[in-house]
């Protein structure tokens, strides 16, 4: 048991037809003018975006609109924002969308807040004061960004994914109405299922600390997950399915399932973002990629966590701890596999060379700042071999 | 799955050591003067009293003091440290304690934020309006008051015990050190586990509508009461368990147990309320007792969360639902007695008369406004069964 703490400000609104009450909860906060940041087409075509203009029209709210945010959300975008909100001296600031928007918000509100170069926070070279506060009309379970500390931009010169993490950005509220994410296509849905994993078996697969309870809520989280993401491979109209699956993506990734831990381990994320900021990879089929290389690589140094996981989440018995976390992590690939999504990167099209991955790695250790992980501290050439493991 | 909202705004300083932290926490709100509000010896005798005015002094951080809350804490408390308040302009108030300093502390902040009759927000005359901002140093793990979003206090002149909730008055941050109660009486700790069972009881027994993923956290977060319970009972320095037990109490009453579902029944707690506001019972005592009455009377109305509870908290095997549901009811009993707590009221040394139990009845009806309950509506014929079965 390490000292923790613990900060989720964030209001939840859950349940159909709540996007009605935005109008109400922005006055709740005496917000006058906004910026709306949204992706593309999808927000457009299932009506919602003309819905919440009607609805802050209605509340007399103006608005300025930044349109296109693309997954793997990149820096450019976000200097757009900056520049929007400065200019219109805009109080707040609305996404849209899943982790890309609700992150590329996030990243404006540290821009306006701090002043001077926005890229400073993700290259670490400054640490932000504040943040400029943002709410969320969540559309895709995923990221977990509607309630996190986290942020995670791509700097599309250098090809650079980073993140940065403080409470400041933790949104005001978030608006979840499961009912929203019918439409999104199944690949979406799945992978946004294998992030939501991910969030809690980063902070599961650790060298020990971690509380019963929050192993307890962790397993049941992660069986949730793959119950309702196997039902919604099915039938992606599942309501019910959809709801379990939100929920799971706010609880994932806002520090819940990680009390207690020694910091978690994170470094299948690390190593996915070099690969999601070089070839525009989804990032949770980046993630089903690489977590099965890192688990086979790492799994002898935890094996406990790794014994735990396959029984008490995958229900697979024996006595034999190896052969079970084996079974585990095999389980857990051909459930990914099951769901459509890729386990090795050329199911990706994906054929970096030799050098690649050696770019890839030094990247992704530098970001580190040296050897990083906790089920197994992983040096650079670990990540090499996790690399070319994964091919 | 119903909607829901969910806000659990309250900063948490989890782990051994952080009441060191005191000075800089409050400085962190700009907070130069405060009421400290505690209970009797017990926070003097282990040297956490002077611990943190020493801490305040060298943060010159300014403190009056308010002493003496009592378990039941009394209205007659509240209102001399409303005149405390006001008298000498103080900004915030610092609880340390368990439930019954925390929720003087809330009801402290509502009389002085809103003027006017403090009792008038629990009698249901009035509603509040926001609240004076406090924060707590945790010593008890029972209440869950430290996060959640309730306050009970009792009137000394009509033995009414009566609560308020509001977002209002959940604590901006909690402090808690597990080792801070490992001073605390055997009685107390076991009563503090069975209050916080209960807080997730409350929710769990509902007639659907529950998520998946809130009866995993659920399940889980009783399946580690139960099993650290009892570790306590037999080692009370186990630090381990005091910190698995402390934070399941924060858990279990923040909302999280209940998201999705009708609202909980809680139907055991407004029943034990007439009963400790009239003989002051020790809260989770009194829980103890009313709860098997409540579940041998409703639970044929409820059989599938009543056998999911035994199946799935107390492993208890079988098909046959009611066979099961009974077993989990007795086995539950079993476990409160081997804690040491009582199942019957002879066994508190109270004695009510049939008027004595009409009267609680009346009481407890009355404040309900009406027929109440989840599992099963009871009305004032049946609260009254449920009181004569646990004599």
Redesign the interface.
């Known amino acids: ?9 964030t ?8 996007v009605n009450e935005i109008g109400d909860i922005l006055k709740s906060y005496n917000i006058n003018n906004i910026l709306i940041v949204y992706g593309g087409g999808s927000i457009v075509k299932i009506g919602l975006l003309s819905k919440v203009i009607e609805l802050l029209n209605k509340d007399n709210i103006k608005y300025y609109e930044l349109r296109g945010v693309e997954p793997n959300p990149l820096l450019s975008k976000v200097r757009e924002g900056i520049e929007i909100v400065n200019k219109n001296k805009l109080e707040f600031i609305l996404a849209i969308g899943g982790g890309s928007v609700i992150d590329t918000a996030k990243a404006i509100g540290y821009g306006v807040f701090n002043g001077g170069d926005v890229w400073d926070f993700y290259s670490k070279k400054r640490k932000p004061n504040g943040s400029m506060p943002i709410g969320v009309i969540l559309t895709i379970a995923a990221a977990g960004s509607e309630m996190s500390d986290s942020s995670v931009i791509t700097n599309g010169d250098t090809k650079e994914k980073r993140g940065c993490n403080t409470n400041y950005c933790r949104p005001r509220f978030a608006v979840m109405d499961p009912t929203l994410t019918v439409t999104l296509p199944d690949y979406q849905t799945m992978s946004g299922c294998c992030d939501i994993l991910m969030h809690t078996m980063e902070r599961y697969f650790t060298r020990g600390g971690n ?4 192993d ?2 962790a ?3 992660m ?2 997950v793959f ?2 993401g196997t039902v919604l491979h099915e039938n992606p109209s599942d ?2 399915a959809r ?2 699956i939100m ?2 993506s706010s ?1 994932s990734h806002n520090g ?1 399932t990680g ?2 831990n020694d910091g978690g381990d994170f470094m299948s994320h690390k190593l996915e973002h070099e690969l999601s900021g070089k070839y525009n990879v989804t990032h949770g089929a980046g993630l089903s990629v690489i977590w099965p290389s890192w688990a086979e690589y790492v799994y002898m140094n935890n094996l406990d966590r790794f014994y735990k996981y396959a029984k008490n989440v995958l229900g697979i018995e024996g006595t034999d701890k190896m052969d079970v976390a084996k079974k585990g992590i095999r389980k857990t690939k051909e459930i990914f596999t099951s769901w459509g999504l890729p386990i090795k990167m050329k199911e990706l099209n994906i054929n970096p060379t030799h050098e690649d991955i050696v770019d890839m790695a030094k990247s992704c250790f530098d970001s580190c700042g040296g050897p990083k992980g906790s089920s197994r501290l992983l040096d650079l050439d670990d990540m090499i071999n996790i690399y070319t493991n994964a091919l």
């Not at 209001?11 to 709540?18: A, P, Q, T």
């Open positions: 048991m390490n000292n923790f703490n613990y900060y989720t400000p209001k939840v609104f859950f349940g159909e037809g709540r509380l019963d309870l929050t307890e809520i397993e049941g989280l069986r949730t119950k309702y309501i019910k709801g379990e929920w799971a609880l819940l009390c207690g």
